[in-house]
């Protein structure tokens, strides 16, 4: 399944599956890899990530974020905030599975 959905949403392409579909070997442009592993369970039988740990994409202009934005609306991930400035970025945040993702892109600051 976040194989799939790093495929459709973000144009990662699938380049090698281990047994069992446990590990998944994808590439994204310029070059990124990102693998993916099956989740377990930790022994009292939860997954978890440091509070803050998430995986970020940053996109050259802020159409482009309201359009990924568009696109995985459209697609039926769940969003819960629409894109706004966030610091000294524009974007937003959203959970697919376990695993918080960052979208956004820089905003220049008048000097």
């Known amino acids: 399944m976040a194989r799939s959905f790093f495929e459709t949403y ?23 890899v990102l693998v993916l592993m099956n989740e377990k369970l930790n022994q009292n039988g939860n997954h978890a990530y440091p509070d803050s740990f998430h995986i970020g994409f940053y ?8 359009a990924l934005f568009e696109k995985l609306k459209a697609g039926g991930i769940s969003l819960e ?6 610091r000294k970025t524009f974007g937003f945040y959203f959970h697919f599975q376990n695993i918080m993702i960052e979208i956004s892109t820089p905003v220049n600051s008048p000097e």
Do not use: R
Request: proline share 3%; no cysteine; glycine share 10%.
């Open 10 to 32: 973000f144009g990662f392409k699938n380049e090698d599956v281990k047994l069992n579909d446990t590990l998944s070997v994808l590439t994204g442009s310029n070059g990124f």
């Open 59 to 66: 996109l050259n202009t802020e159409g482009e974020v309201i």
């Open 81 to 86: 905030q629409a894109p706004q400035k966030i």
